[in-house]
């Protein structure tokens, strides 16, 4: 891609301390020349507003990698079928963010800075665009799917058992997004819990965050039977598959997630897990017997359990982090990493004190921090959302 990535990241950077109202702005120039779009979004936007922002901030860091940019992009296209996007919508978008550049950045905006957000955003929309024509042929732009287990593990914590309308193509490691009724318009991503089955169905793990709307509606209003709508698949924190090494997981809280749905489909391979599960309380290690009971159905897989805040918990005590830096050496093993962000961020430290390769760990992308070279986001994944 002939652009000048220097140019267009310095400009970006002078943005920073005013995304709020340049958000808004760009929201209203879309809204006000297209009236008809703002049904496609939910009514409260301000945290829509920050997942664009997000976007493209990940989105301009990527343009010196080519590769992974297209990649992300294509993922993009495909998922943003579910909220109706269709090639006109490009247009209108382009043309708002092209505004709000122009006026937060001032004099700063010359012909030649527009030339190449211009060329930025044609390459955004052309590889979205031909990702979604190359999708329409072979699958929906969502899935129905009906609940068909929901178990409360704690308060604000549910596992969730849905049955898809129809395959819904995936890999061990990816997320999706899912809609509820109780909350029209609003998309939230959430890792699957197992490998493909020949059954279809797909396990959740939703934790109830406080003032999230969707997780709250999962984990305490949904019910068997009642139905959801499901995205496609994206992530790309999956088995490496030119690998036979072994793999170390370490999980906290619903970073378990995925990483129970990888080492299942290592386990299959005949390869070997070591599988960390951190939580605060004994109480919060929500999955541990469907843990143990795959253990005692694989002998390849050992879980290793540790408590961090609760001084008289019998087994492991202190953080998943601590506890991978006190068991053996890694560096021959493939590493995948979830949870919460600042359990991720301690953990790839001990990682890295502890000599293991950078290209051998993944996890979430989290700022200053490196993923390894596919990386990927079941908590709040990277997605140029400013159409939902």
């Known amino acids: 891609m002939a652009v000048n990535t220097a140019l267009v990241k310095e400009s970006f950077a002078l943005l920073a301390p005013r995304i709020e109202p340049l958000t808004a702005y760009f929201y209203a120039r879309l809204f006000a020349a297209n009236p008809d779009l703002r049904t496609m979004f939910p009514p409260a936007m301000d945290g829509q507003r920050g997942r664009l922002f997000r976007s493209l901030a990940e989105l301009v860091e990527m343009l010196d990698e080519p590769a992974g940019l297209r990649a992300r992009l294509a993922e993009m296209g495909r998922d943003h079928r579910k909220y109706g996007t269709n090639e ?21 905006w010359t012909p030649a800075l527009q030339q190449e957000w211009t060329a930025v955003y044609g390459l955004i929309a052309d590889t979205m665009k031909q990702a979604a024509r190359d999708a329409a042929e072979s699958t929906p732009s969502w899935w ?36 509820t009724s109780h909350w029209p318009r609003e998309w939230r991503p959430y890792s699957i819990a197992n490998p493909p089955r020949e059954d279809g169905l797909i396990g959740l793990h939703v934790r109830a965050l406080p003032g999230g709307w969707v997780s709250g509606a999962l984990v305490r209003r949904a019910e068997v039977g009642q139905a959801l709508l499901l995205g496609p698949a994206r992530g790309s924190m999956t088995l490496d598959p030119g690998s036979d090494r072994d793999l170390l997981c370490v999980a906290g809280g619903t970073g378990l997630a995925p990483l129970k749905a990888l080492a299942e489909e290592a386990l299959a391979r005949g390869r070997r897990v070591l599988l960390v599960f951190g939580a605060r309380t004994g109480k919060r290690l929500y999955d541990l017997d469907g843990l143990r009971a795959l253990a005692a159905a694989h002998p390849g897989l050992r879980v290793i359990p540790t408590v961090s805040d609760e001084p008289f918990h019998p087994g492991l005590q202190g953080t998943a982090a601590e506890a991978v830096g006190g068991l053996r050496d890694w560096s021959e093993h493939d590493v995948y990493v979830a ?40 908590s709040a994944p990277p997605a140029l959302d400013y159409l939902q």
């Open 339 to 378: 949870g919460p962000p600042g359990m991720i961020s301690a953990t790839v430290a001990r990682l890295r004190r502890l000599d293991v390769p950078d290209e051998r760990v993944r996890h979430d992308p989290l700022p200053g921090v490196a993923g390894g070279p596919l990386p990927a986001s079941p």
């Open 144 to 179: 129905i799917g009906e609940i068909v287990g929901h178990e409360r593990r704690a308060d604000d914590l549910a596992v969730l058992t849905v049955r898809p309308d129809q395959p819904l193509p995936f890999a061990a490691g990816q997320y999706l997004t899912v809609q």
């Open 88 to 108: 006109e919508h490009y247009t209108a978008v382009g043309e708002a963010l092209l505004a709000a550049l122009g006026r937060f950045l001032g004099p700063r």
